[in-house]
Nanobody
């Protein structure tokens, strides 16, 4: 069982930056792939970024590639999402996710979410 708690959301203006953090309660954090999803009002939940336990390059949705960066600190049991050049269409609830496998779709563990609002 993994508990996830996101922080760092808020209200910013278009073009600003924001960093989300997600603290995971597990003794085997390095065994998990970690990621972020988001859900905007009236839209389906969508994949944003992931960093896999197996290593390799992180995965990103096309809509955030080049603007968002995911990173993981195994010593702190924390995953981050650095969001630059924010756009109003990035407005959503952002969810931290964890899974033994990971990818762009299926994750077993979800945080409660943190709101990000980008004004134009």
């Amino acid at each position: 069982q993994v508990q996830l708690v996101e922080s760092g959301g808020g209200l910013v203006q278009a073009g600003d930056s924001l960093r989300l953090s997600c603290a995971a309660s597990t003794r085997t954090f390095s065994d998990y792939s970690m990621g972020w999803f988001r859900q905007a009002p009236g839209k389906k939940r969508e994949f944003v970024a992931a960093i896999l336990r197996s290593g390799g390059n992180p995965l990103y949705a096309d809509s955030v590639k080049g603007r968002f960066t995911i990173s993981k600190d195994n010593a702190k049991n924390t995953v981050y999402l650095q969001m630059n050049s924010l756009k109003p269409e990035d407005t959503a609830v952002y969810y931290c996710v964890a899974d033994k496998i990971g990818g762009t779709h299926e994750y077993d563990y979800w945080g409660p979410g943190t709101q990000v609002t980008v004004s134009s």
